[in-house]
């Protein structure tokens, strides 16, 4: 687990692993307002490490309810000059596990890899946070 400090406390970067999303989809029920959870997972087709924030979203956002933000670490294995930025609200929590899953696909054409988080939960792969 990473460590990373953002200026007044120090925030554990976990891996966006099978055990990690379970373990957070399954706690989901005591999230508040504000609860959040720092993660990384890497786009194994193009080698893009990306660092999100998934956040609870205050009663104002309804319907929405969670958040995700991230940034692009790396891209094809090295630092891009000006990393990409992504930030969308969702209804539900698996429906932003699944949208990273889905690698951020958001054309109608293109025909998603997973319908649901659970067909890639219940996948007999490895666990790692490649995806």
């Known amino acids: 687990m990473n460590t990373k400090n953002n200026g007044t406390t120090a925030i554990k970067v976990k891996n966006m692993t099978k055990a990690f999303v379970a373990y957070t989809l399954g706690a989901e029920p005591t999230w508040v307002p504000g609860t959040k959870t720092t993660f990384k997972f890497v786009f194994s087709n193009c080698n893009s490490t990306w660092e999100m924030t998934l956040t609870r979203e205050s009663d104002n956002y309804t319907p929405y309810k969670y958040r995700l933000d991230g940034k692009q670490l790396t891209f094809e294995g ?8 992504w930030c969308r609200r969702y209804i539900t929590m698996d429906r932003a596990f699944l949208h990273i899953l889905n690698h951020f696909n958001a054309n109608a054409y293109i025909r998603d890899r997973y319908s649901n988080v659970w067909q890639w939960l219940e996948n007999s792969g490895s666990d790692e946070s490649l995806i």
């Open 78 to 85: 090295r630092t891009p000059e000006h990393p990409a930025s």
